[in-house]
């Protein structure tokens, strides 16, 4: 296939695939976890069928930004070699359950043997303790997510454990006094928190048993799609933590990158280590990954202060100096604000540093000829458009990465933040598909 055909096959795809109309909410295992923000694996399935056909070569996909990992397990339904990071410990969690291959008839065990634990647990014992916890959680409630981090505790199969917490994280999503409308902590009204009856068990028992069919249900797919042997998909993946700003922790080299990144810092857009923490209270950290070096529990900002662009950059002119030759779209936009909005876009420009750094990090780990695909949706600040796309097109392409074409979709089916100024814009949001020169 030449380049122009591979053009003209990307700009066939219709728009009904690229909005996700084909989707089911279960898919891929999607919603055992509602991660902020997750792709719909059913929109980059055929970009990524698409381009592995041009490149006629067994596929390895790098996603620098996993997040739920949607990108690696759409990867995976196609045999590639798969490789995430994300700076998010619950993202790492649900990405190796996601990524891990389950056995229905061991899952179905665990989950009877642990109920009958749980339901003959009669400690008063609060297992976890952090500041604020009574603000988040009910006594009631309290007392039967200790029962339920007791008995996966005592459950021995590693992986198992791992799918457990998946489905308490979900729970807590649901049980605590933080309300559900935004990814940011906000504590419900004091009459709400009082009229609320749920029993986390009871959401737990119904939650692990709808998880174990969507997981069997996406294993089942790898098995018909003969990526499965001995009991293992047969090809490599590696999901690990770690920051992308400073590096990415893998040897290998890869011909497919696929990511949707942040759309600016996350306090600002989405705050999706807002969103973890109160789930992270009560996960112990050696079962996600022991090394992680962050003390992601130490305040409510942690995660998302060390995510892109959550930290203010010092030498800010020739930051400035050195974006400004790489984006015309941004040294414009940055020109446009006033003084006081200039603080407002200062974080903006903050991001994209964060961005261009970690994109460097990215070119180290693609072979020549790879191609990128990058999910991106345009924001607001103070009422002016970030356009985010046409920014990382003009920082790619100063990078001599070029790009092969862009295609839109319409983003309804995504879960994104409710009331801010980010969501003003975000009806539709780019596809922007690159090849490395070299
Ligand atoms: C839009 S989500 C990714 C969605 C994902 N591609 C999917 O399909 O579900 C963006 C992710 O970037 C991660 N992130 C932000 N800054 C990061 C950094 N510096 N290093 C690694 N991951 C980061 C966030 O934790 C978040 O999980």
Redesign the pocket.
């Known amino acids: 296939m030449i380049e122009n055909d591979l053009k003209e096959a990307l700009e066939s795809i219709t728009s009904q695939e690229l909005n996700g109309k084909n989707y089911k909410r279960s898919d891929f295992a999607r919603s055992i976890l509602n991660?902020?923000?997750?792709?719909?694996?059913a929109v980059?399935e055929p970009i990524i069928h698409c381009l592995s056909k041009h490149l006629d070569e067994k596929i390895s996909l790098i996603?620098?930004?996993?997040?739920?990992?949607?990108?690696?397990v759409?990867g995976m339904k196609q045999g590639c070699e798969v490789f995430?990071?994300?700076?998010?410990p619950l993202?790492l969690l649900v990405s190796q359950v996601k990524t891990s291959y389950y056995l229905s008839t061991e899952l179905e065990e665990a989950r009877r043997v642990l109920m009958s634990k749980i339901n003959s647990d009669t400690s008063v014992r609060i297992e976890v303790d952090f500041k604020n916890i009574d603000k988040w959680f009910k006594a009631e409630v309290q007392l039967e997510l200790s029962k339920l981090r007791r008995g996966i505790l005592s459950e021995d199969n590693l992986l198992i454990r791992k799918f457990f917490w998946v489905a308490l994280a979900e729970v807590i999503r649901l049980v605590s006094n933080d309300r559900t409308s935004t990814f940011k902590l906000h504590v419900r009204t004091s009459d709400d928190i009082q009229n609320r009856r749920l029993s986390p068990i009871e959401l737990f028992t119904s939650l692990v048993k709808r998880s174990t069919r969507d997981i069997i249900e996406f294993c089942r797919i790898l098995e018909e799609g003969d990526h499965i042997e001995n009991g293992q998909y047969k090809n490599n993946v590696d999901v690990v933590w770690?920051?992308?700003?400073?590096g990415l922790n893998t040897k290998k080299q890869f011909n497919l990158l696929?990511?949707?990144?942040?759309?600016g810092d996350?306090q600002t857009t989405?705050t999706?280590?807002q969103f973890?923490y109160l789930p992270l209270q009560w996960i112990p950290m050696e079962d996600i990954d022991p090394n992680i070096y962050i003390d992601y529990l130490k305040s409510t900002m942690e995660?998302d202060s060390?995510?892109?662009?959550?930290k203010m950059i010092q030498n800010f002119s020739e930051v400035e100096e050195k974006l400004f030759e790489k984006s015309s779209e941004l040294k414009g936009l940055f020109e446009k604000f006033d003084f006081e909005k200039k603080k407002k876009a200062k974080k903006v420009l903050n991001f994209f540093h964060?961005m261009d750094l970690?994109i460097d990090n990215m070119v180290t780990k693609l072979k020549p000829g790879a191609f990128m695909v990058w999910?991106i949706g345009n924001r607001n600040v103070n009422k002016t458009e970030i356009k985010n796309d046409k920014i990382l097109s003009e920082i790619l392409q100063s990078k001599d990465i070029e790009l092969v074409t862009d295609l839109e979709r319409d983003i309804l089916s995504k879960r994104m933040p409710g009331r801010n100024n980010f969501s003003d814009l975000m009806k539709k949001e780019k596809i922007l598909i690159f090849k490395n020169k070299y």
Do not use: E
């Open positions: 991660y902020p923000a997750m792709m719909v694996p980059q996603d620098p930004f996993m997040g739920a990992s949607n990108t690696l759409t995430g990071q994300d700076i998010n993202s770690g920051n992308s700003l400073g696929v990511t949707s990144p942040p759309y996350n989405v999706y280590g973890s995660i060390n995510s892109l662009g959550g964060d970690s999910t």
